[in-house]
Nanobody, 122 residues
Framework: VQLQASGGGLVQAGGSLRLSCLAS??????NGWFRQAPGKEREFVAA??????RYADSVKGRFTISRDNAKNTVYLQMSSLKPEDTAVYYC????????????????????WGQGTQVTVSS
């Protein structure tokens, strides 16, 4: 099983980026995005499972998580980007039922991608 994140880059404040996470080896019902800025802990950004999405307060209304089942790919559409969104973004996937009510708990995700850098300039 492998998760491969892509789509990061350098963008000006107010701009947009779309991150992709391709899963190979199996499909997952629960997918999430987390990010880690320098010197900070990895934090929850967004997650989804069947019929449910959840977002961190800091990205609500600006980021959208979605999935293309035919491509086994999860996306994170990021708009109105701010310098404080600068971080390495990681996609994750989980299979445990414990995750269903704790989508923001990174310890419950078993699979992680390698991370993609997002830099937002002011």
């Amino acid at each position: 099983v492998q998760l491969q994140a892509s789509g990061g880059g350098l963008v000006q404040a107010g701009g947009s980026l779309r991150l992709s996470c391709l899963a190979s080896g199996r499909t997952f019902s629960t997918n999430g995005w987390f990010r880690q800025a320098p010197g900070k802990e990895r934090e929850f950004v967004a997650a989804m499972r069947v019929g449910t999405t959840r977002y961190a307060d800091s990205v609500k209304g600006r980021f959208t998580i979605s999935r293309d089942n035919a491509k086994n790919t999860v996306y994170l559409q990021m708009s109105s980007l701010k310098p404080e969104d600068t971080a390495v973004y990681y996609c994750a996937a989980g299979v445990s039922s414990l995750i269903w009510s704790r989508l923001d708990d990174k310890s419950l995700y078993e699979y992680w991608g390698q991370g993609t850098q997002v830099t937002v300039s002011s």
